[in-house]
């Protein structure tokens, strides 16, 4: 468990300052070049990561429903996920873009109690009221982002 | 391909394009909780996060190439200085979907997805260093991030 919760946090770095990153790269190449490069060096990274770590052998023997999965995954990932981002941080800028995309738990509370009938407590009530009013103060203090 | 040049900047940032990049950033945040939610059933039937990253990484690929090869026929405009950050931006995702999709292994994708809602504060702290001059953190915005990142914080710490 805690190694599960260092890793979590070892993520939240990597993306955190990953995202940073690609918006000052975005100064000086078109948002989808950065992508494209980006999608590249890092299958490259974690193939021999995975190389290194679980050998060649872990990446055959896939069933149909593996690979159908990680083809959904690369869509919501790079082309819904990354790429949309990329394109909302060139526009809106890396200091909105970021805590507003922080804000997804709260959709994901949203389809629970929508979808899966799930009754939310006073506390996630709370919790979602302080993420609505935290996006709202960014994107109404948006013009003074950029310098 | 036009390439964005800080003078560009405040002509950018009309009401209309800061609004269609907050739409994207939404769809973007709904795009990675599904992608998080797959990958921890992925891992669940005892995948390795690693391959699991790469194999979606090769999918991402295949289809942002499909989509865009009109976009990628003449020779790319990127500055050595581009490079640089792309390849800083992938070292840190590469090593983020692999602890993360490593991390589902051992603990719920409910109480991994809070923890990220942090994500915000570290951009917020490499932007003080990384983009000073381009991009400026107000008051009002660190304000804002602050409230996403404690109503996640209290909806994972409560759940």
Known sequence: ???GIALTLIATVGWGA???FARKAMFGASANIVLVSMITLSMITLGI??????????FGSKDLRFFGLVLIMGALTWVTGNLFYFHGMKRAGVIIAAPILGAAPLAAIALAVVFGGEKPNAWVILGAALIVTGVVILVTGRKRVFQ | MSTPML???PAMNSDKRVASGIVFTIFAGL???????????????????VIVGFYEGLGGLALVLAIN????????????????????AAAGFATAFASFYTALSRIDFSVGAPILGAVPMVSYIVILFVLRGEEHITPRALFGAMLVVVGVGIIGITN
């Open chain 2, 69 to 88: 090869v009109r976009h990628f026929r003449g020779r790319p405009e990127v500055t050595r200085r581009a490079m640089l950050w792309i390849a800083l």
């Open chain 1, 49 to 58: 990561v995975s190389l290194i770590l679980e050998g060649p052998a872990a």
């Open chain 1, 18 to 20: 990953g995202d940073v």
């Open chain 2, 31 to 49: 795009s990675f909780a599904l992608s998080g939610f797959l990958a921890n059933e992925l891992v669940d039937d005892g995948h390795p996060g």
């Open chain 1, 1 to 3: 468990m805690e190694l």
């Open chain 2, 7 to 9: 003078a560009e900047v």
